[in-house]
C-alpha cells in the first residue's frame, strides 16, 4: 500500500504534538530533513523525538496507537499524497486522501449533489431528477454519503449506473451514520469513497464540515437541492463560491420564501425545470455537447 509507512510516520507526529494539520505537516518535513520519512518510524526514533521535543518512549508509545489503528484500513485501501499524478489540484489543506474504489474517478466531471438530512417527498423527488439529468448528461454524482439528500443521490446514481462519489468525515474504516455501512461499501464498489483522515484520528464534529470543503474542492460545482439556513448544504455552496465555482440551485428553491439562503448567492445558477439540470450545468461551465454520450450497454449493480 502506497504511503502506508509515511502516513503512519505522520499520524505519530500529529498524535504527539495535537496541533492542526499545517503545523504538524511543517515540523513532518522538519523531520523528512533528519532521516527517510518513508522507513517505519523506529529505525529513526531518535531523529523524531529531537525534532518533536519528546522522549523516544512517547513517540514509540504513539506510533504503537496509531499502528494498531492503521491496520484496521481495508486491504484494498489506496494512501495518496500531492506527489500523485491523480492529487486534485485545488487540495492543498490536506496530506493524504485514502481512497476506496476507482481512483480515476478523482480526475472524472464531478458535481456535488447536496441538501438537507431530513428531506421532504418533493426534495427527494427533485434529488433523483437532478441525478438523472446529471448522470445522463455524464457527470458523476458527488455527495457526503450523509442521511437525506446525500443518502438519496448516491442510492440513484447507483441504481441508474452512474459514477458516484463519497467523501465522508470519517476514517474509512468507519461509516457515518451507520445505517450508511452497506451503501458506503456500495459505493467503494461501483464508485469511489474518499476520506482526508486517518483511522489514528478520533472523529470529531468539524471532520463533517472539512468533508463539505474536499467536496466542493474536487467537483466542478455544488447542486444543492434541499437545505436550511445554516445547513451543511448551504455551507457547501459558501466553500463553492469562495473557491469561484458554479452554484446551482432549483428554481423552486430558489422562489421558497421559507428560507433566507437561496437568494443570498447572487451568482447561482438557476436550473428550471430539473430534468434539464445536465444541460444547464455543461452550459455553464462550457462543456462540449458531445460529453459524457454513452456509447455501450449499462450493467446495473444490484442494491440492498
Known amino acids: ?116 438530512r431530513s428531506p421532504s417527498d418533493r426534495g427527494m423527488a427533485l434529488t433523483r431528477e437532478v441525478v438523472d439529468s446529471l448522470g445522463e448528461s455524464g457527470f458523476t454524482i458527488v455527495s457526503g454519503l450523509a442521511m437525506g439528500i446525500d443518502g438519496v443521490a448516491h442510492i440513484e446514481a447507483l441504481a441508474k449506473d452512474f459514477k458516484t462519489i463519497g467523501v465522508i468525515g470519517t476514517s474509512v474504516c468507519e461509516s457515518y451514520p451507520p445505517k450508511h455501512e452497506k451503501l458506503q461499501a456500495l459505493v ?40 436550511r439556513d445554516g445547513g451543511g448544504g448551504v455551507k457547501q455552496a459558501q466553500y463553492s463560491e469562495k473557491q469561484g465555482k458554479k452554484i446551482f440551485i432549483l428554481k423552486e428553491t430558489y422562489d421558497n420564501r421559507t428560507f433566507l439562503w437561496p437568494r443570498r448567492f447572487k451568482d447561482a445558477v438557476i436550473v428550471n425545470p430539473p430534468h434539464t439540470a445536465g444541460t444547464k450545468v455543461k452550459r455553464s461551465l462550457q462543456i462540449s455537447r458531445t460529453f459524457g454520450k454513452k456509447t455501450g450497454d449499462d450493467i446495473q449493480p444490484t442494491l440492498f
Not at 518510524?41 to 499502528?67: F, H, M, Q, T
Not at 486491504?75 to 499524478?85: A, F, G, S, W
Not at 474517478?105 to 449533489?113: D, E, F
Not at 464540515?209 to 444543492?224: D, P, T, Y
Open 188 to 227: 467503494a464498489e461501483h464508485g469511489l469513497v474518499i476520506s482526508q483522515f486517518a483511522p489514528s484520528r478520533e472523529v470529531q464534529r468539524y471532520f463533517f464540515m472539512q468533508r463539505n470543503l474536499l467536496m466542493s474542492q474536487i467537483a466542478l460545482g455544488s447542486f444543492v437541492i434541499e437545505s
Open 1 to 116: 500500500m502506497d504511503n502506508y509507512q509515511k502516513a503512519l510516520n505522520y499520524e505519530t507526529v500529529v498524535r504527539i504534538l495535537q496541533k492542526a494539520d499545517n503545523y504538524c505537516q511543517s515540523v513532518f518535513l522538519q523531520i523528512g530533513n533528519e532521516c527517510d520519512a518513508r522507513e517505519e518510524l523506529p529505525y529513526n526514533v531518535k531523529a523524531y523525538a529531537s525534532v518533536l521535543g519528546v522522549d523516544s518512549s512517547a513517540v514509540n508509545d504513539a506510533y504503537s496507537k496509531c499502528r494498531s489503528a492503521f491496520e484496521k484500513l481495508p486491504e484494498k485501501t489506496i494512501i495518496i499524497d500531492p506527489t500523485h499524478p491523480l492529487w486534485p489540484t485545488e487540495v492543498t489543506d490536506t496530506p493524504f486522501l485514502y481512497l476506496l474504489g476507482d481512483s480515476s474517478l478523482l480526475k472524472a466531471k464531478g458535481i456535488c449533489v447536496v441538501g438537507t
